[in-house]
């Protein structure tokens, strides 16, 4: 039995996951998904929302952990992850990209969005008037997210997502080779991505020297598009060698 901890991307909360969780849990693991601070179900103000406040949320799940866990990140997730590994390399025994931004050190995510020329998600945000958070066109929802998502999903989705606090994707990511560096990781792309195209998740894990281990035949949203194609490969076999004790 292994412990996962899903992180969810942008606008997204833990309500992302309902398709994975009850997968890996009837795979015989400990499943996590909790809402980012402001997110989701969360209530905290995103005037008090930072990286390091995020962070620090998902830290205090993977101490409360039994043993090492396997982290997995969604899109903007990725940058969370990573700045957990960086406090908590020990108490993680593999970092998981799902189609998510895997940044160098110094780098910042909007930086990096910016560099996809063909995403959806960078031509279409909405900044909110004082700065501090922003949303997604309403009518570049579904191309941009949620191309090969059945309705009912994109609907439930549009219910759902929330703002996203701005600070976290202008603040750059510190990493260091002696401890994010120490944690195995790996890479999950998503082939149909209109959000983080291909050749920027591709860029992004051999920059970072990331193995992509499994290509997804898929949208932006795999959790929802192809749950049981992502679960199969969270637990396939030359993935789950990556983390046995």
């Known amino acids: 039995m292994s412990t996962f901890v899903l992180v ?38 995103i005037a008090e929302i930072s990286l390091d406040r995020w962070a620090d949320s998902i830290c205090k799940v993977i101490e409360a952990a039994a043993e090492p866990v396997i982290l997995v990140g969604h899109s903007r997730g990725g940058i969370v992850i990573s700045a957990v590994a960086e406090r ?6 593999v970092l998981v990209y799902l189609t998510a ?13 910016q560099t996809a020329d063909s995403s959806l ?32 999903d994109v609907v439930l989705a549009r219910m ?5 606090a701005m600070a976290p994707n202008l603040t750059p990511v510190h990493v260091t080779d002696s401890r994010f560096g120490s944690v195995p990781r790996v890479y999950i792309e998503c082939l149909r991505d209109k959000a983080i195209p291909v050749a920027l998740q591709r860029r992004m894990a051999h920059s970072a020297g990331c193995e992509i281990v499994a290509s997804l035949d898929t949208d932006h949203s795999p959790f929802f598009s192809t ?17 046995q004790p």
């Open 160 to 164: 759902l997502l929330a703002p996203e």
């Open 227 to 243: 749950p049981g194609p992502l679960v199969d490969s969270l637990l396939a076999p030359k993935f789950q060698l990556r983390y």
């Open 88 to 93: 908590l390399p020990k108490r993680i025994a």
């Open 101 to 113: 931004f895997l940044l160098r050190d110094g780098e910042t995510l909007l930086e990096v969005a």
């Open 8 to 45: 969810h991307g942008a606008w997204h909360g833990a309500w992302c996951w309902y398709k994975v969780m009850p997968r890996l849990t009837q795979a015989g693991h400990e499943v996590y998904a909790p809402d980012l601070p402001s997110l989701g179900r969360d209530r905290t103000p």
């Open 121 to 152: 998600v960078v031509p279409n945000l909405v900044v909110a008037d004082d700065q501090a958070s922003m949303t997604v066109r309403d009518d570049a929802v579904h191309r941009a997210f949620y191309g090969a998502c059945s309705l009912e």
